[in-house]
């Protein structure tokens, strides 16, 4: 049997769900959201910045919100030191006496415990999170209380982008985040958000308290508390034009933890407290479709690689073995004029090629809809050629983790 | 029906739809180049025929038509490549792809019989190799031997290669085997009248050709 047929499948439901999300990012509700204005009313607003040893950013992620377009007699700042052993306290203090900071010390307990202390610590109307190495732009603050003048609507997400990406890595990561744009964007269209990111969420306090706070939710509290809302029948937003910048990891080994600990989370989360929210018709697009696609996308995303790099292994050892003995130049340069007759059109390769043509508009789409600075160029390139390679190791290493029963520190 | 529905149905639609243009693509891709394989074939037949009959009319001075058979020898080889390409492409077994190898085979016998005549007739000494192949899957260096002789053709073009599917039903290729005493122990070569079998490296087929017999560049046989 041809390989490649074991392929079909994966790639199929890749052309399915990049179809529906340019389906749905054309649809009325996602097109409404993409119209709505800025906020006029002004909530108090609290953001807090869980800090566990992050003296290098601390301080940028603080003043980034000390700038925000906002009055600052409805905006707090809470600095949270969940117990950091590098010099955060001493970054920290340089806020002390700010009208509109207020520092909080507790002993390490993870950035969910530091989280709950930072909203017990303020009265705010709407709480948000942002990460200690993140930073916002001035208007994001107002794109996002907009969602909340839909009485519905409990929780917002910004439009993250990569903070300077510098190597191709951070560039790849960079393209991702700007397909996240419009995923998210059109997914929050039919409320089937299922993670509010710890750079610049937001939430209704009263919500959040009502639920119970944020959780441990096996090292994904943002995940977990998405999920939590989902079940209890609430709508999660999304202001596609609330840029947030994070520091991606600069190095595979970074990226790989990361990762892992977001996809392991997500196993452990869906297959365990909210299992019952898989195949759900309660819980529409979310139940039906995108968390048995996301399941699913685990399962195939490993698939596809295997069968991917078994072809491709058969190709190379196949062509390098008839070249054996034959001089370089003309077995690996090449030589005569380009023919269409020899163009290697097959079902495969052009259904990969759909598939990335998707991604790649979804992730065009992402940069002009979230109006995001700077060229994507560089990071399409490195997405193309890198992406598909690289996101098998953290799925792996996932899968076996959950099955292996292993757990891993948060930082190792 | 809700927006969700809906989409997810305009997704289904999307996605067969796609399935299907690429599905058509590549079949009108093939059907295209059956077609320039047709039309090759039928230009080769009509050239071969007019090289044959111009070689009866200069009886005389048959040397004349040389430069017409390297032409010719170039264009077939030409011809074989694509054919190759598109029998990995439909299968060996495909119907079209089998008719158009017995009718490359057949002009390449056509082409081989006047080189030889041409041979005797104007004192030159051209180098031939007749390789047989099978693609049954019961000839490991094939594909090797294969490639190696591609690279020769394109160093020495005055070297004329011609491929044989040793199992191809065609009664003037069998023929062909018979007469050569050529036995199913493939890859299998004959250089210069000269029998060999197995897999030879290009200093081993080089060694073969006679000295100084080829050249870098081309030339009339």
């Known amino acids: 049997m041809n390989a490649e047929i074991l392929a079909y499948p994966f790639l199929f439901i890749a052309i399915y769900i990049e179809s529906f999300i340019l389906v749905t990012f054309l649809s009325k509700p996602a097109r409404a959201a993409r119209a709505r204005l800025a906020t006029t009313v002004t909530p108090s607003v609290a953001v807090i910045v869980p800090s566990f040893n992050e003296a290098s950013t601390v301080e940028a992620t603080c003043r980034s919100l000390l700038a925000l377009d906002y009055p600052a007699d409805k905006l707090k700042v809470v600095l949270v030191d969940d117990g950091s052993t590098d010099a955060t306290p001493e970054v920290m203090t340089r806020f002390e006496g700010h009208p509109q900071v207020l520092i909080i010390r507790k002993e390490n307990g993870g950035k969910h415990t530091a989280l709950n202390a930072g909203i017990a610590a303020t009265t705010a109307e709407l709480v948000g999170c942002l990460d200690a190495d993140s930073f916002v732009e001035p208007d994001s603050l107002k794109e996002i209380v907009g969602c909340f003048e839909d009485p519905e609507v409990v929780a917002a997400t910004a439009a993250m982008s990569v903070h300077t990406p510098k190597n191709i890595l951070q560039h790849m990561q960079n393209a991702e985040y700007s397909f996240g744009i419009t995923l998210r964007h059109t997914f929050a269209s039919v409320n089937g958000l299922y993670v509010t990111p710890g750079p610049f969420s937001f939430y209704r306090r009263s919500i959040v308290e009502k639920l119970g706070g944020f959780r441990y939710g096996h090292q994904t509290e943002d995940m977990e508390m998405a999920l939590r809302i989902q079940q209890a029948g609430y709508k999660i937003e999304n202001a596609p034009r609330a840029r947030v910048y994070t520091k991606a990891p600069p190095t595979l080994r970074g990226l790989i933890k990361q990762r892992t600990r977001w996809v392991s989370g997500f196993i452990r989360n869906i297959l365990g407290e909210y299992r019952g929210l898989i195949i759900n018709k309660r819980h529409g697009v979310l139940g039906m479709l995108v968390l048995p696609t996301a399941l699913l996308g685990i399962i195939s995303g490993m698939m596809l690689f295997g069968v991917m790099l078994y072809l491709f292994m058969k190709n190379v050892i196949e062509a390098l073995s008839v070249r054996v003995g034959i001089p370089f130049s003309y077995a690996f340069l090449p030589h005569g004029n380009f023919d269409w007759y020899y163009f290697p059109a097959t079902f495969y390769i052009l259904l990969i090629a759909a598939v990335l043509t998707a991604s790649i508009t979804l992730i065009v789409i992402g940069r002009r809809i979230s109006k995001t600075p700077g060229t994507i160029a560089f990071g399409i390139v490195s997405y193309t050629f890198l992406y598909g390679m690289v996101v098998p190791l953290w799925l792996i290493r996932a899968t076996s983790d959950v099955a292996l029963g292993k757990r891993r520190n948060w930082r190792t | ?221």
């Open chain 2, 1 to 221: 029906m809700s927006l969700v529905a809906r989409n997810a149905l305009i997704a289904f639609f999307i996605t067969l739809v796609l399935a299907g243009t690429v599905a058509y693509a590549i079949n009108y891709l093939n059907r295209a180049r059956v077609a320039e394989l047709l039309e090759i074939e039928n230009q080769l037949s009509i050239d071969m025929l007019s090289l044959e009959t111009q070689f009866s009319l200069l009886e005389a001075e048959p040397c004349e038509s040389v430069a017409s058979s390297t032409t010719l020898t170039s264009v077939l080889a030409d011809f074989g490549s694509r054919l190759s390409y598109a029998e990995n492409e439909l299968g060996s077994d495909n119907e079209q792809v089998v008719r158009l190898k017995k009718q490359y085979s057949l002009l390449e016998i056509r082409d081989y019989l006047i080189t030889k005549k041409l041979a005797a007739a104007c004192n030159v000494k051209p180098v031939t190799v007749l390789y047989f192949y099978s693609n049954a899957g019961d000839c490991e260096d094939c594909d090797r031997a294969g490639y190696a002789l591609s690279y020769l053709r394109d160093t020495y073009p005055t070297l004329r290669v011609y491929s044989f599917d040793y199992n191809l039903d065609l009664g003037a290729l069998q023929t062909l085997i018979s007469v050569s005493k050529v036995e199913n122990d493939l890859p299998a070569f004959v250089i210069n009248g000269k029998r060999m079998y197995g897999y030879l490296s290009l200093e081993e087929l080089e060694k073969q050709f006679p000295k100084g017999a080829l050249s870098t560049t081309t030339s009339v046989i």
